[in-house]
């Protein structure tokens, strides 16, 4: 889905860190050892970082030295310290507690949670206009932006980090375990590729079958962002699946061809990670719409 932020920069959704706006993991290894040296904890902000996140579940939260976690010739600001705290708390509530409160939640967190969650005090700004709004590198990092603007009850700024991090943690899915049984041939003629989807509206991608455009540029990038929304949205039936009644005209008729078969993809993919995961995602959505 393409975002305006101004009226100057094209926002790029959700994309990958090597391939900087469009591609995703062009490595399948998930096991990647951190490169970057351990910082000696400083604060007691670092002590409760490596006791609670780093001890806990094996993950380095980089909040310092951002530069080194971008591609060359990006902009990035740092995270203003007092918003780095309640940032951590924002991801304990809605990304860690809703796996720990259904059943194989918590082991499949733990063992498939990125080793390094970088936190960005704004947007990454690259050099051809665009504006990335979160990225993920192989299973082994996750980057949250825009943290300096953190306010949990904007829904806009929930919705990004929330579509962020459900997006990129479902990437470990189909990483480790490949996508759906025949997933790609749901909607076959639909996909656009990684450089033309943000021509498409969210009308057009609907009728294609996709909750977002940017759905459209792979099958992968589908399955994320089927995950994303339907973990996020809670409007997600309504907005993706109910089909309409009375439909008069053409593009009624396309809609709900294109909500069937957002439909069936669904299927697919809770059937999906019950079976390779354990995870009931209808248990796991009923957690994250309870604590929203």
């Known amino acids: 889905m393409e975002k305006q932020t101004t009226s100057r920069f094209k926002v790029t959704m959700i994309s990958c860190v090597l391939m900087v706006l ?38 380095a939260i980089r909040y310092k030295f951002v530069d080194n976690f971008v591609q060359p010739g990006q902009r990035v600001s740092p995270p203003r310290l007092e918003v780095v705290r309640p940032m951590l708390d924002f991801i304990e509530e809605f990304w860690i507690g809703p796996y720990e409160d259904v059943g194989g939640g918590d082991d499949f967190f733990r063992d498939h949670v990125p080793a390094e969650i970088v936190f960005l005090g704004g947007l990454i700004f690259n050099n051809d206009g665009t504006v990335t709004l979160g990225t993920a590198d192989a299973g ?24 962020t991090v459900y997006h990129e943690f479902a990437h470990t899915v189909h990483q480790r375990y490949k996508l759906p049984n025949a997933y790609e041939t749901i909607s076959p003629e639909g996909y656009t590729g990684p450089g033309s989807w943000f021509v498409l509206s969210d009308e057009e991608a609907l009728q294609r079958g996709f909750v977002s455009p940017y759905a459209t540029s792979s099958p992968n990038e589908d399955f994320a962002e089927t995950v994303s929304f339907y973990l996020f949205d809670p409007e997600f039936e309504t ?27 669904l299927s697919s993919i809770i059937d999906h990670y019950q079976n390779v995961t354990g995870v009931d995602l209808e248990e796991l959505r009923a957690a994250i719409q309870n604590r929203l």
Do not use: H
């Open 22 to 59: 469009y591609g995703c993991y062009p490595s399948e290894e998930l096991n990647v050892p951190v490169k970057n040296p351990e910082i000696a904890l400083t604060s007691d902000l670092d002590v409760y970082i490596d006791e609670n996140f780093t001890q806990e579940y094996g993950m």
């Open 140 to 163: 082994a990092q996750i980057t949250f932006t825009n943290v300096n603007a953190i306010d949990v009850d904007d829904e806009d700024w929930r919705t990004l980090q929330l579509q």
């Open 239 to 265: 907005n993706f699946t109910v089909l309409e009644e009375n439909c008069e005209t053409d593009d009624c008729v396309s809609r709900n061809e294109g909500k069937s078969r957002i439909a069936e993809k």
